[in-house]
Every structure is written in structure tokens, then in C-alpha cells.
């Protein structure tokens, strides 16, 4: 064996996290090999626990009928309860601040709802260079909704020309030239198509200073990145449940309201009873009083069975620790970025930004003759990575159930096609 894989196999060994590798199902190939599985910011693996959990509120379900809401072992009504506190302590916030409820882009609306305010002077939306389409089509749509013309009103903070990466100093120009007309600013950290990972205290500051609003779409940093979301004070940010949260497909999503927000019956918002205090929602009044914080904007009764496997995968993250979590991936990361920029190829370069403080798990891969045969072959030879148009194979080693022998696996194989295609 070369001496490069025995370092690699040495750093499993002596990894404290390895541990939680088993606890996952990892997708196997045709004959039966574990694949290497590189998209945990797309669809997040399943855990035994998550499946118990699922399975443990079935038979709650099946044992109590509509007593479950009070009966079950976890009882339903309190069920998003459960999981504000490991929910909190992944993003860096007050659990009052973090609620659990629908998907990402409708927590998104309802952000908007309260956090758009557009006036006749004020009324534009920052959203930053390839967005992903979910979030633009949200924003153009509220835009819209308030009788605007997003040709007027959505403003695209840009790299310069050429480039991908967004400096602190493309911020703060779009700024200075918009500043006094943008209403909100909604940026994605880390950035799905590049890995950029924008700089939320940087962005929060300048946006507020400004007198804009300003929330983070946080899908591809949640559970990723190490995240203050209190303390950078953003008035909001929304996240999926299923990418590095390992929810489960189409799981429930997380919401973040700042404190500061958090008894301003004043801002508008969608309401439903989930909304209501708890103390008195049963009583069924046809009055409506508002709960305080980030429960607040709550409209439905949640979906337990998502909520069930959501609440043991946040029981992983707890042990295993956000910090430690992100120790591992900086590492990984970097091992993996030091063998591609050291074979140097020239039909491949990796777009996303190699400071530690700019990336998360993910790193995307360009080639620079768009040949999507490049991608297959990877996933005919046991490699589930993401291809995204025109030209960039996504990478991401999670460090909860990826290890370092499949680093140097993985390279060697990319390696061996990309030479072999010239
Ligand atoms: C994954 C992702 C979405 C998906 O939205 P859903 O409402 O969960 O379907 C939206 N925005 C970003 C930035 C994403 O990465």
C-alpha cells in the first residue's frame, strides 16, 4: 500500500468522530461495496436512530390514536419543543430564537412577510449572484406580490467580472450604491454553487447600518458551518432540514427570528393556531393572542413523523459537537483541496475559496471543457457526487459519516479519469 493511503488510513484510526460513521446507512453499489457518498449537501444519510425514532412514533400513533398528542412517549403537542435546544445550539442561537416548521422556501415567505416592507423609496431585495432558483423565484414573487416589478426591484451582489468569488469589498459597494433603497438583503451561506461561504457578521453589520433588514438562507450551512446567528444578529434566517441535517427527504425546516423581534405583535404576519399562545390555544377563542418569539410565527400542527427523525439526528450533532464537526471537515477539506491543487491539472479548478473562514464541507469542482462524461464516469465507479450546469462536479465529504480513506480514494479515482480523458 503507497505511504499516502497509510496516512490517510492512520487518520481514521485515530479519529474521534469515526464512531458515528456506523450509526448510518451508506448507499451500497451494484455489487454490494459501500459508495463513496459525497452528496450530504444535497440528501443527508439516514441514521439508525432517526429510523427508530420514526418507527417509536408509528407505534405511539398505533397504540394511542389522538391520545398521542398528550400520551405518546415524546407528546406531540410539545413535539417542536423537543427540538429547539439542539436546534439552537447548531446555529448559535437562544432557543427562543429557532422554531422547526414546513419547508425552507415557505418559512422564507412568511420571513418575508414580516421582514419586506417595501415603500415607494425602499423597496429593493439584495440576493446575491447565482442564488439558487428557489430563493430568487420567492423574491421576485414577493416582490411582485406588492404590486412592484422586479426589473426595478431585485439587485444581484456580484463577484467582479469573471470571477465567482464575492469580496468584502463587492458588499460593500453594492452598498454604497444601493444602500438607501434596499429593504432587505437575503444572501445564502454557504453559496450551493460555488461553496463560497459569505461572511454573515459582515453582512448583517453593513445591511443594518444601511437601515435594511437582512436574513440568510442557510440550507447549505446548517449543521456545515459554525454559525452565531444571535450574536451576528441577522433579524432572520430560514434552513432546510434534509442536507447536512440528515432529516430525512423533504424533512421539516428551521427558522430563526432575533431576539429583538420577538414581541412585536406590530410586524406584520400569516397567522394559524400553532401561532397562538400555548396556554390558552386549546381553549379555541376565536381571539387571536400572539406567542412570543420565534414559536410566534408558527402556523400548523407539525408533521411528527419529520419532526421524529429531525430530533434524533439533532441528538447526533449534540454529541458529536459543532466544533469538532467542523474541526473535522476543515481537515478533510483541506487534505483533499492540497492533492488537487498539487496535481495541478489543467482541465480542472476548484472554485470554491480555500480560506477556512469562506468554505464549508463542499467543494466545487470546474472543468474547464464542460464534459459532463466526467461526472458519470465518478458515479459509474462508486462516487455519489452532484453535478451542477454548465461545468461543476460538487463534492462534499460530511465528517459525521465520512472518513479519510474515502479522500484518497475518491482523488485517485478522479484522478485516473480525468487524465484518461486527456
Ligand atoms: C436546497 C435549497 C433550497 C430548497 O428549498 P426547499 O423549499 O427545501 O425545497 C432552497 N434554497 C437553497 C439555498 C437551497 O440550497
Not at 469589498?169 to 450551493?192: C, D, Q, R, T
Not at 412585536?264 to 418569539?293: Q, T, V, Y
Amino acid at each position: 500500500m503507497d505511504s499516502v493511503k497509510v496516512k490517510f488510513l492512520q487518520l481514521d484510526q485515530t479519529d474521534t468522530l469515526a464512531k458515528f460513521r456506523p450509526e448510518f446507512f451508506i448507499p451500497k453499489n451494484n455489487l454490494g461495496d459501500n459508495t463513496i457518498y459525497y452528496c450530504g449537501n444535497s440528501l443527508g444519510l439516514l441514521s439508525a436512530r432517526a429510523e427508530k425514532g420514526v418507527i417509536q412514533e408509528l407505534e405511539d400513533w398505533k397504540k394511542y390514536g389522538v391520545e398521542g398528542h398528550l400520551q405518546a412517549e415524546n407528546p406531540w403537542v410539545h413535539y417542536h419543543e423537543f427540538l429547539n435546544e439542539s436546534m439552537a445550539e447548531i446555529v448559535g442561537a437562544l432557543p427562543s430564537e429557532v422554531v422547526m416548521m414546513n419547508g425552507l422556501t415557505s418559512n422564507l415567505h412568511f420571513m418575508m412577510v414580516s421582514f419586506y416592507r417595501p415603500t415607494k423609496i425602499r423597496n429593493k431585495i439584495l440576493i446575491e449572484y447565482s442564488a439558487f432558483p428557489s430563493d430568487r423565484y420567492a423574491v421576485e414573487s414577493q416582490i411582485r406580490f406588492h404590486g412592484f416589478d422586479p426589473k426595478d426591484c431585485l439587485i444581484i451582489l456580484e463577484p467582479e467580472l469573471g470571477e465567482d468569488y464575492i469580496s468584502k469589498e463587492n458588499i460593500a459597494k453594492v452598498f454604497e450604491i444601493h444602500g438607501e433603497s434596499i429593504a432587505l438583503a437575503l444572501i445564502g451561506s454557504v453559496n450551493y454553487y460555488t461553496g463560497q461561504a459569505y461572511p454573515i457578521h459582515f453582512i448583517t453589520k453593513i445591511a443594518h447600518r444601511y437601515g435594511a433588514q437582512v436574513g440568510f438562507d442557510l440550507a447549505h450551512g446548517a449543521g456545515n458551518l459554525l454559525l452565531h446567528l444571535h450574536d451576528d444578529g441577522p433579524d432572520f434566517a430560514v434552513w432546510c432540514g434534509y442536507k447536512y441535517l440528515n432529516g430525512g427527504p423533504g424533512c421539516i425546516a428551521g427558522c430563526f427570528v432575533h431576539e429583538r423581534h420577538h414581541d412585536r405583535p406590530d410586524l406584520p404576519r400569516f397567522s394559524g393556531w400553532w401561532a397562538h399562545d400555548k396556554k390558552s390555544r386549546f381553549k379555541m377563542s376565536s381571539k387571536f393572542e400572539l406567542m412570543k418569539g420565534a414559536e410566534g410565527w408558527q402556523l400548523s400542527n407539525p408533521p411528527i413523523l419529520a419532526m421524529a427523525s429531525m430530533k434524533q439526528s439533532l441528538s447526533i450533532f449534540h454529541e458529536a459537537g459543532m466544533q469538532n464537526l467542523r474541526k473535522k471537515s476543515i481537515h478533510m477539506n483541506s487534505l483533499l483541496t492540497s492533492l488537487l491543487v498539487e496535481w495541478d491539472h489543467p482541465s480542472i479548478s476548484v472554485i470554491t475559496p480555500q480560506n477556512i473562514d469562506e468554505n464549508g464541507c463542499q467543494l466545487s469542482i470546474r472543468l474547464r471543457q464542460p464534459d459532463k462524461s466526467i461526472f458519470v464516469a465518478l458515479t459509474n465507479q462508486g462516487v455519489i457526487a452532484d453535478w451542477r450546469e454548465p461545468d461543476v462536479i460538487r463534492i462534499a465529504p460530511v465528517p459525521l459519516y465520512n472518513n479519510f480513506e474515502e479522500l484518497i480514494t475518491f482523488f485517485n479515482k478522479f484522478k485516473q479519469i480525468v487524465e484518461n480523458y486527456g
